[in-house]
């Protein structure tokens, strides 16, 4: 009888096992009518210890990631292979083949997790290929509950008492899942409701591997592909989702923010339950609401989508000019609307999820303001300095683009995007631009640059969704790059006349500012005007033309 060590007994299981689960596969798809073999089924086996099922589990995703990814790679490589880089057939072959790329949302949806957790990452970057943003995004709404005993253990586990000791009731089903917790409403014995947050269990061995995997794959495509270069999203992916394994962090990033919007009437945010919170497990005040992109909810309750989506933008606008502490995830999950109000609005946004959070360095915070100054007023000069500053170089001409839909010397107004003329010179430019410019640009950009980009997209959506045109999102930014600006003051220790002073400024300034675009608004205006009375004036000529030339021919003609 053979004897094999412990590390080796585990490699064979682990040979074993998967390569059989891989055989299986292959016939399924082979022959269709034989029974197909569940990964699932695998792993709940009792055939296997703890342990092992768990390496199972890590090398059938691992494997079906290199798969998924090792298919896309030879997809490019043979579909654009010999085709001219900058013909209209190239062009054409490459979107069918990112089209093609539903593989990385069927490797999601079988892998989930933290691999469901990337694809709405990069779902929410407006850098990547629209085919992309458009396949992925159904990964946002999807979730699968987890086995309640498993949840009560991580509950008992980390509160260290029984359930029936703590709650006076706790609904087992779950209120909302997402890729790495659910949540559930309970009672406590005093009848105060809440919303506990529970983590699944054995996520943070699972992410480590997880989040080596993506960096082996992007590394991997990079050596492919030299111009397609995702590290810095999988490297900034794998920052944000190690502190949301933290929800002692979370807890405080909820804190932290209640305190920064503590006189704004709109803005509500869970209290935090400490005695009941740990890095697994959060606690928090429960609070009713829809999403807010919920449409028949707001009509249905006499809400102003514009106004949300307006109110929505100021509170955003305040984190990141303002504050410099972003919620890195506005996704509607996120963001509740409440006819429950304070003030006049008639609602609040009630904030969720904080695990997600970045603090912007103070000198960027400040350039960041200085950047959407100079975008919205086209300031080409400041926004070549800034670009600099921000290390991007000669890309700084496309921020005026990225962030307002103008290019850095369009004529049009604020919002109205770009006349057809702008729209064919820009095509033209962009023709010569490759992948290699994009991932050199995405590179160059700070940290927090890529937050708020992530954390804009997300916005521009929920916008759109809730018909709110560009204008309202632009001038909401200006004005808080404005009010960001000036020194902090402190409000309990500052000299009152000071602070007074400073607001008064401020306000003018953005005063100024305002009149300025609404000048150039009204310029725009009487040029468009200028522009349609001039073919009008064209096309009376012309009929007035062709109206003579009708009577002078319906004259009988007189012979001498």
């Given at each position: 009888m053979l004897k094999f060590p412990a590390k080796a007994k585990t490699s064979f299981y682990l040979i074993t096992a998967t390569t059989g689960f891989a055989a299986a596969c292959n016939f399924h798809s082979l022959n269709p009518n034989f029974p197909?073999?569940?990964?699932?089924?695998?792993?709940?086996?009792?055939?296997?210890?703890?342990?092992?099922?768990?390496?199972?589990?890590?090398?059938?995703?691992?494997?079906r990631a290199v798969t998924t990814i090792a298919l896309n790679v030879v997809d490019y490589k043979y579909s654009l292979h010999g085709l001219p880089l900058k013909s209209e057939e190239y062009r054409h072959t490459l979107s069918e083949v990112h089209v093609r790329s539903k593989r990385i949302l069927k490797l999601c949806e079988a892998n989930k997790g933290f691999y469901v957790k990337a694809g709405q990452f990069v779902a929410a970057l407006r850098q990547v290929p629209n085919e992309y943003i458009s396949i992925l995004s159904s990964?946002?709404?999807q979730a699968v509950p987890c086995n309640f005993k498993d949840i009560k253990e991580v509950l008992i586990g980390n509160l260290g008492r029984d359930l029936s000791e703590i709650f006076l009731s706790f609904d087992e089903e779950p209120i909302a899942a997402a890729s790495i917790a659910q949540v559930h409403r309970a009672l406590l014995k005093d009848g105060r409701e809440v919303a506990i947050k529970v983590q699944y269990p054995g996520l943070e061995y699972q992410m480590?591997?997880?989040?080596?995997?993506?960096?082996?794959l992007s590394k991997s495509v990079a050596w492919f592909f030299p111009a397609y270069r995702f590290e810095w999203a999988v490297s900034e992916f794998a920052a944000a989702i190690t502190l949301e394994l933290d929800f002692i962090q979370e807890a405080r990033n909820s804190e932290r923010t209640a305190h920064n919007f503590k006189n704004n009437k709109i803005v509500r945010v869970p209290h935090v339950f400490w005695e009941l919170t740990t890095r697994q497990v959060l606690t928090m005040q429960f609070c009713t609401g829809h999403k807010v992109d919920d449409l028949e909810f707001l009509k249905k309750s006499g809400i102003n989508p514009r106004k949300v989506a307006k109110a929505l933008v100021e509170v955003f606008a305040e984190m990141i000019f303002i504050h410099g502490f972003l919620h890195g995830d506005p996704h509607p999950g996120n963001i509740l609307v409440s006819p429950e109000a304070e003030g006049r609005s008639g609602f609040s946004l009630v904030l969720l999820d904080h695990g997600i959070y970045k603090q912007l360095d103070e000198t960027f915070r400040l350039d960041y303001c200085q950047l959407w100054k100079a975008v919205i007023l086209l300031d080409s000069n400041k926004i070549q300095y800034l670009g600099d500053q921000f290390g991007v170089g000669k890309y700084s001409r496309y921020f005026p683009l990225i962030f307002t839909g103008r290019t850095i010397d369009s004529k049009s107004a604020l919002g109205k995007g770009m006349s057809n003329e702008e729209k064919k010179k820009l095509k033209q430019e962009l023709k010569f631009l490759k992948m290699e410019d994009i991932s050199s640009f995405m590179e160059s950009l700070p940290p927090d640059f890529v937050t708020i980009l992530r954390a804009d997209g997300l916005l521009r959506s929920l916008c759109s969704k809730l018909s709110a045109p560009q204008r309202v999102r632009l001038l909401v930014y200006g004005k808080y790059a404005l009010y960001g600006l000036p020194p902090k003051l402190n409000p309990e220790s500052d000299f009152m006349g000071m602070i007074m002073f400073s607001k008064f400024m401020t306000n003018l300034s953005y005063l100024q500012f305002w009149l300025h675009l609404e000048a150039l608004e009204v310029l725009s205006w009487m040029e468009e005007t200028q522009q349609l009375f001039n073919k009008m004036l064209r096309q009376f000529v012309v009929a007035a033309d062709r109206f003579l030339v009708r009577i002078c021919l319906s004259f009988p003609t007189i012979n001498p």
């Open positions: 197909a073999v569940s990964d699932d089924s695998l792993l709940l086996s009792s055939t296997f210890p703890e342990k092992i099922r768990t390496g199972i589990n890590a090398v059938l995703r691992s494997s990964l946002q709404d480590k591997l997880d989040t080596a995997t993506m960096s082996f």
